[in-house]
């Protein structure tokens, strides 16, 4: 009888230990798990930040994405995102995250930013697989190369001239390393042209949900 009651009584209090234990990873799980989405937000606000130069906007860019699935007109094949950005419930610029193609190394990551009337208003490189000293000077911290964009627009110069000066276009490329500059410059000339002819449906679609 003694035996029985000693055997409920180490079930009960091994029970009640694994309750207690499992509270405390579902609480830590949570805790982490918020403090894991704030510093993405906050490091994601960041690397949009020097795309955006002289916009002035009053919404938060994270809760205004637009995941483009493939198949898109954008560049590359891989999913696209886009940012929209406001001030006063009007729309003031959109942010690309897209793929430029057949770098000297593969695909190449980039983040540009326009302004409402397709203006740009930044570019950078998100992501590469170029040399160092050669395609890697397309990086703001290696070259001022990314900088040559800034206030440009389809129009400015005329999409036939949005290339590398190599292939008759207007922009500058990297002496030595002419396959990198291409890729990225294509890549936003096609991103232009798909802003121009998308720009209301970019605005006026719902934002995608992080679980989708
Ligand atoms: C080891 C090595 C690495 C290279 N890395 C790059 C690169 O990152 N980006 C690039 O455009 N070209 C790179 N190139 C040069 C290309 O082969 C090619 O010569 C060049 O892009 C053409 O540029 P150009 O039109 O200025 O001559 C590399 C060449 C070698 C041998």
């Known amino acids: 009888m003694k035996t029985a009651q000693s055997v409920i009584k180490s079930g009960t209090t091994l029970a009640l230990i ?7 990873v579902a609480a830590t799980y949570e805790l ?3 403090r894991i989405a704030a510093n993405e937000k906050s490091l994601l606000e960041k690397s949009l930040q020097p795309v955006l130069a002289g916009v002035i906007y ?9 995941v483009i699935a493939p198949p898109h007109d954008l560049p590359g094949s891989d999913e696209a995102l886009i940012y929209r950005v406001y001030f006063d419930e ?7 995250a897209v793929t430029a ?3 000297y190394s593969g695909s190449i990551r980039i983040l540009l930013g326009v ?25 703001s911290a290696r070259s001022d190369w990314v900088y040559q964009f800034d206030g440009r627009s389809i129009g400015d110069p005329d999409v036939t001239a949005w290339a590398i000066r190599g292939d008759g276009g207007e922009f ?3 002496t030595g390393a002419s396959i990198t500059p291409r890729a990225v410059v294509n890549a936003m000339r096609d991103t232009l042209i798909y802003y121009e002819a998308h720009r209301d449906e970019i605005f006026s679609l ?4 992080d679980n989708q």
Do not use: M, Y
Not at 58 to 66: K, V, Y
Not at 206 to 209: A, D
């Open 58 to 66: 009053d919404t938060d860019i994270g809760e205004s994405r637009l």
């Open 115 to 139: 302004d409402f009337d397709g203006v740009v208003t930044g570019l950078r490189i998100l992501q590469h697989r170029e040399t160092p000293g050669l395609g890697d000077k397309i990086v």
């Open 90 to 96: 009007q729309p003031v610029a959109a942010l690309f």
């Open 206 to 209: 719902p934002s995608t949900e």
């Open 18 to 24: 694994a309750a207690i234990c499992t509270t405390l």
């Open 101 to 103: 193609r057949n770098g």
């Open 172 to 174: 500058d490329q990297l």
């Open 32 to 34: 982490t798990t918020e």
